[in-house]
Structure formats: C-alpha cells, structure tokens
C-alpha cells in the first residue's frame, strides 16, 4: 500500500453508502445540483464516526489502515432503520431512526477512542477555531480533539449549510423534490470509510473502505 500521507493533510472515518446505491446516488445528485450545500460539498455526503485529524508523528497512512481494519473486524454491521429529513439546528440532514441511535453511538464512540492514539495533538489554529463551546463540549475537544463525541454525538447526514429561516424552507422543498424514493429503503452500515482532506479547501475523497466482519451480538 502506497503512504498517502504526504499527500492528505487530516484523515476522517466516516459512513458513506456505496457507490450505486439509491442513497449514494440522491447524496451526489443533491451535492451537485443544490447551492445550499457549499460546506457539505467539501466533505462529501457522510456521517462522522471519528472527525478528521491530523497523523501524529511516527504514524503514517498504512498504520491507519491497519488500525480501522482491525476496528472492522470486531464489529458488526449497525442499522440505521430507516433515514428521514430532519432540522438540527440551523441546518438539513438525515437522521436514523431513534430506536436505532443506541447501537450507532457505540460504533461511534468506539472509534473515536479505539483510534484516538493515532491523532496528533491539536494546533494552536484549531484550538482558536474553537473559543465558543459549551462545557462538555469544551472538555470533549481537549481530551477527543472533537466537541460532538460520546453524550454529545448525533449520528448524521449532513444536506445544507448553515441557512436563515428563509432559505431552510426553500432547501426543504428541494430536498423534497430531489429525495424522491431515495429514502424508501433501510440502510446498514457495514463498512468503515477512510477519507483524506486534500487541504486548501479541496473536497474529502474515498481512500479505502473496510468491511465490518464481526459477528452479530458479540462486538465489544
């Protein structure tokens, strides 16, 4: 396998349905055609498991790849039941059914913290970018590197930017007309995703995709 890391500033973990699937194909086609998306366009149609980091030193993006593939193999494929549109906030995502979010959140939780050793410490920059958090969220940027883990996280599919009352009425309607029967089947996550950030604003890109193999009921 070829380092990729001189080339990639942070990596991510994410969900990202399969290309040609019904879900994959509505998140590019809504990703491309909506002017509502400027940030989502950046980092792809996703759901965060463990946010994008730095490599810190001596690891490079083999030892990354071994690390979420042995992760993989621990873990069963989770259901996410059916996805709906939702507001969070200021802005448009999908969301997983509520009966589902237990499960979800340990898949998330054990990657922040299962590959956390191989995140670099935070920048002076990043810790700037962040004056404004809550408490928990504060302490779990200083311990996780990212705010919206463990008690904080909300598996999500993130569709518009930031958007004004206004323009979260017209992006509903679009999405409306863009979803068609996109969301009429359940979706599983059975793969992890490594994403690379190319830098100067460039858009995340698919690097490698590691299928969850451990057996129904028994992942710890």
Not at 20 to 31: E, P, Q, Y
Not at 35 to 59: C, D, I, N, Q, S
């Amino acid at each position: 396998m070829v380092d990729l890391a001189p080339k990639y500033k942070r990596y991510a973990i994410y969900f990202a349905p399969r290309e040609g699937s019904t879900l994959a194909d509505f998140g590019a086609n809504w990703l491309d055609v909506s002017h509502f998306v400027t940030k989502p366009r950046r980092y792809g149609f996703h759901a965060t498991l463990k946010a994008p980091m730095r490599l810190a030193e001596g690891v490079d993006f083999k030892k990354l790849c071994e690390q979420v593939d042995i992760l993989a193999q621990k873990r069963a494929p989770v259901s996410l039941g059916f996805l709906k549109l939702s507001q969070l906030s200021d802005f448009l995502a999908l969301v997983p059914e509520r009966s589902k979010v237990h499960g979800l959140n340990k898949l998330a939780w054990k990657c922040v913290r299962f590959l956390d050793p191989l995140r670099a410490p935070m920048t002076h920059q990043q810790i700037a970018k962040r004056k404004d958090l809550k408490h928990l969220e504060r302490e779990n940027f200083d311990q996780w590197g990212y705010p919206y883990v463990g008690n904080q996280f909300r598996f999500h599919m993130t569709l518009t930017n930031g958007l004004s009352k206004l323009e979260l009425v017209q992006a509903r309607s679009q999405l409306d007309d863009c979803i068609g029967n996109s969301l009429i089947e359940p979706v599983t996550i059975d793969s992890l995703c490594i994403f690379g950030d190319p830098g100067k604003d460039g858009q995340f890109e698919l690097l490698e995709r590691f299928e969850m193999r451990g057996a129904l009921g028994k992942t710890k």
